[in-house]
């Protein structure tokens, strides 16, 4: 059994999966929002100590950027750890085991390439929008890396170069500003969007800044609320629909990609996103190579992060290239 860890800014996840890529038992918990670097720590070492005993390798996937291999991560959605030392923690807490660790949406790419969507693509990118907007490429049917580790970060390709929403990376325009969750939460209400099933309408002073903190102001309650028809819901998929497309297409460009796969809570919309996605890849895409792609929801679900992590370990030889364990 592999002890898989998946750690975003909204959640953190720990499963035991099979060498199959079957996840055998999963747990759960919020990430602390505004916490400390060690109280952050212990919420994870709380969430895999009931799975320890049985690991017989620990595969890990966190948001970045990060070093790589050596696993300092500096997640942007989690600002308390900057160059937190995650892969040496863990292999402290778990001697003599191999523990590998790679950027989360890295992980999904893998996953849906391994055991989901991808499966048979040698030349995929694996993209994930949610909190963040992240990716993994694989190329020639085997994971790349890039110089640093953080290949694919395809959220930080710039789609609004004009006048665009300033990124957590410090640019503008960054596809990631667009596109992510929350931000996109934060557009649509600015536009008047309220949340179905949300609070009752606020004075225009606080109503904003409320809605943010209430649990039905995500990514996926704005995509609910898109496909049911909810006008600036809509107008909101179509926004992050177009940022994507453009995106895709600077990526397939550069890459000769056949397959794009997209998750997240984002994704759950369906036509209101994939519809516009479609329409600006295809407005951009033009050269004959690039007009074979093609552009898919993910297939494995929330679980898609934990499968992943573990075939860091149990598919090593297509995803894993470093000579350090």
């Not at 998946?6 to 499963?15: I, P, S």
Request: aromatic share 4%; hydrophobic share 45%.
């Amino acid at each position: 059994m592999i002890l898989a860890i998946d750690v975003g800014g909204t959640k953190m996840a720990a499963g035991l999966v099979a060498p199959d890529g079957t996840v055998v038992t999963s747990r759960r918990a919020a990430t602390p929002q505004n916490a400390d670097a060690e109280t952050l720590w212990h919420t994870l070492t709380t969430l895999i100590d009931p799975l320890s005993a049985r690991a017989e390798g620990v595969g890990v996937g966190c948001g970045g950027p990060m070093t790589w291999p050596d696993g300092e991560v500096s997640p942007l959605n989690i600002p308390a750890w900057r160059g937190f030392p995650l892969r040496a923690r863990l292999s402290g807490r778990f001697p003599g085991l191999p523990v590998r660790l790679h950027n989360d949406a890295i992980c999904l790419a893998i996953a849906e390439h391994w055991q989901g969507a991808g499966q048979g693509s040698a030349d995929m990118l694996g993209m994930v929008v949610s909190t963040g907007v992240g990716g993994g490429l694989i190329l020639d049917g085997r994971l790349v890396n890039g110089g640093t580790g953080n290949a694919g970060h395809i959220g930080h390709v710039v789609v609004e170069p004009d006048g665009g929403p300033r990124c957590g990376c410090g640019g503008h325009g960054c596809l990631e500003a667009v596109a992510r969750g929350p931000a996109l939460t934060t557009w649509a209400l600015a536009q008047g969007w309220t949340p179905t099933g949300g609070p009752e309408p606020l004075e225009a002073s606080e109503g904003r800044e409320a809605y943010q903190e209430d649990r039905a102001v995500t990514g996926r309650a704005l995509a609910a609320d898109a496909l049911a028809g909810d006008p600036v819901a809509v107008l909101a998929m179509r926004r992050a629909g177009r940022a994507l497309g453009i995106a895709i297409a600077s990526a397939t460009h550069l890459c000769d990609l056949d397959l794009v796969t997209i998750g997240g809570g984002l994704s759950q919309a369906g036509e209101p996103l994939f519809g516009p996605l479609e329409e600006a890849l295809r407005d951009h895409a033009r050269m004959g190579f690039a007009r074979r792609l093609k552009v898919v929801p993910a297939a494995l679900g929330q679980e898609a992060g934990l499968v992943g992590a573990a075939a860091l370990l149990l598919a090593g030889g297509a995803y894993w290239t470093s000579s350090r364990d």
